[in-house]
């Protein structure tokens, strides 16, 4: 193998904006008076030269192969025999390549001398970008969308984003050239006596085997659940006491909450507040319940409006759904709102598997397509990815999106999920062996929809940009972080000058 070498660590950017202290009438946790630096990590494989990222990520050469990186750990100056894990970026050691087996371990990247292969898992959650210049033979793998604006010219490729967004379907992404790769794939480029030669082999769809499903006992089911729910929060904390959760009003985030708390651990339930609205009175309930500490959170509209470059940067979709949907969490990490040391469970996910988006006149057919699209659809959406954990540091579980829970979901019949009028009746039934009554069978409301965040949030932004769709403005957002990415600015975002640009381009681009 060809000897490794590499350049010094870039310099940590300095300088910090101030946020303002939140209280409220009900005794709202403090929200930190300092905003994180956000400080992305991703990794970019390609067989030329990127000039551009020079200073901006450690580089290590093999053989034609050229290795950047950014706050990557565990390579210590080597690959061989490593893999790089795609979530956390961190080097793990190499296993076998499965051409044929669908797995559900997340993505890694390989890097060999002369030879980058890229192995997503079946749920795809997080992504790796591609991009080749097939007369030239040029490409590069890389983890960051944001990435095209340095990557793409070096490739020979121009950096093409119109006035609105491009269509999309499946992994094509709203940058012409770059392609997200998809789920279940080894996609691999190798040197070859002929030249650079790219494959893909991509298994058989786990969730083709979840059509007819197994579990038809509610109780039982909803139990079975639970039991996989308690041993993942168990393994993803570990050997950690103390931990927080993010706790709306519903069964979701009040079930991952209650399996933690039952762990004997110390856990704080952190809810969020907005001006439109709030479910600091049911997370109480529970909180009072279990003996865990409730810290209420309240934000205002502009701490929601200026947290939309942060989470579009962190998605790369600009889809009205998916990115309010993200929004809390982004909020609560742009204000360092729980304390980072804090590993963070959520409910997120739950929804997708246990039926809860579906509706309860479906029919059971209806139901378990509807599941099992719901999933699919993740695969493309970068919903719940960990770009954000990387750039901010912190740790966030989401238990409901872990296999075994998942498995457990997809394997329960219809007929336990929607019973009686009710959505997640099978959960709902194991929970209320846990909780009141009135917790376990609260009606559920979305998480971009508890606080009244959606609808207030877009009544908000008609105040900037009037009858355009917010799909308009978010895509506004990704062409300003675009421009700053072509200009080596990739972090600290600017969230208030990002913003105040989008505005510029959504007033240039209307009619």
């Known amino acids: 193998m060809a000897e490794a070498r590499e350049t010094d660590e870039p310099a940590a950017d300095p300088g910090a904006d101030a946020v303002r202290d939140r209280t409220s009438d009900r005794a709202s946790a403090p929200v930190s008076g300092r905003s994180p630096i956000p400080s992305g990590a991703w ?31 565990g390579l210590d100056g080597r690959t061989a025999g490593l893999d790089l894990d795609v979530r956390t970026l961190r080097a793990v050691p190499a296993v076998d390549l499965l051409y044929s087996a669908p797995s559900t371990r997340p993505a890694f990247i390989r890097v060999e001398e002369d030879a980058a292969t890229v192995v997503t898992s079946m749920l795809n959650e997080d992504q790796v970008y591609f991009a080749a210049e097939r007369v030239s033979s040029r490409f ?43 789920h279940g794939l080894v996609h691999e480029s190798r040197r070859t006596r002929r030249g650079w030669i790219t494959k893909e082999v991509r298994s058989a769809d786990l969730l083709g085997g979840y059509r007819q499903p197994s579990r038809h006992h509610p109780l039982k089911a909803g139990r079975r659940q639970l039991e996989a729910l308690g041993a993942v929060i168990g393994s993803s904390l570990g050997e950690s006491a103390n931990c927080a959760t993010l706790l709306s009003g519903g069964i979701d985030s009040g079930t991952v909450t209650t ?21 600091f009175a049911e997370a109480a309930q529970l909180c009072r319940h279990l003996g865990v500490e409730l810290r209420p959170l309240r934000f205002d509209a502009d701490d929601f409006v200026l947290s939309l470059p942060d989470t579009v940067r962190w998605l790369g979709v600009v889809g009205a759904e998916t990115v309010e949907v ?9 204000l360092r709102a729980i304390p980072e040391n804090l590993p963070l469970l959520t409910g997120y996910g739950s929804d997708l598997v246990n039926a809860g988006v ?19 659809e993740t695969r493309f959406s970068n919903e719940l990815n960990g770009r954000a ?28 999920k929607v019973r009686e009028g009710r959505e ?17 069978w609260r009606r559920k409301i979305a998480v971009h ?23 308009a403005l978010y895509y506004a957002c990704f062409r300003a972080l675009m421009a700053d990415a072509g200009r080596g600015l990739l972090d600290p975002l600017e969230p208030a000058r990002i913003y105040d640009e989008a505005l510029k381009l959504v007033a240039a681009a209307s009619p």
């Open 259 to 279: 399996l933690t708390a039952r762990q004997g651990r110390t856990v704080t339930a952190y809810s969020v507040g907005t001006p439109w609205g709030d479910e």
């Open 326 to 334: 993200a929004l809390t969490m982004a909020t609560v990490q742009r």
């Open 140 to 182: 590069a793998y890389f983890t960051d969308l944001f990435l095209s604006a340095l990557v793409l010219p070096a490739l020979g490729l121009a950096v093409e984003l119109g006035d609105t967004p491009r269509s999309t379907a499946g992994n094509e992404t709203l940058v012409p050239w770059v392609e997200r790769l998809g």
């Open 358 to 376: 579906h509706g309860v006149d479906a029919t059971h057919a209806q139901v378990t397509e509807g599941v099992l699209r719901s999933v699919h």
């Open 389 to 416: 954990e990387l750039a901010y540091g912190r740790q966030i579980h989401h238990p409901f999106w872990q296999w075994p829970v998942m498995k457990v979901a997809l394997e329960t019949a219809a007929s336990c």
């Open 449 to 471: 929809h508890g606080g009244g965040l959606q609808a207030g949030l877009g009544r908000r932004l008609a105040r900037d940009v009037g009858e355009q769709p917010r799909e």
């Open 43 to 73: 990794v970019v494989v390609s067989n030329t030269p990127i000039a551009s990222l020079d200073g901006l990520a450690v580089l290590t050469r093999l053989g034609e192969l050229y290795l950047y990186r950014r706050n990557a750990t």
């Open 424 to 440: 997640k009746y099978h959960l709902r039934t194991a929970m209320q062996e846990y909780v009141p009554h009135e917790v376990a």
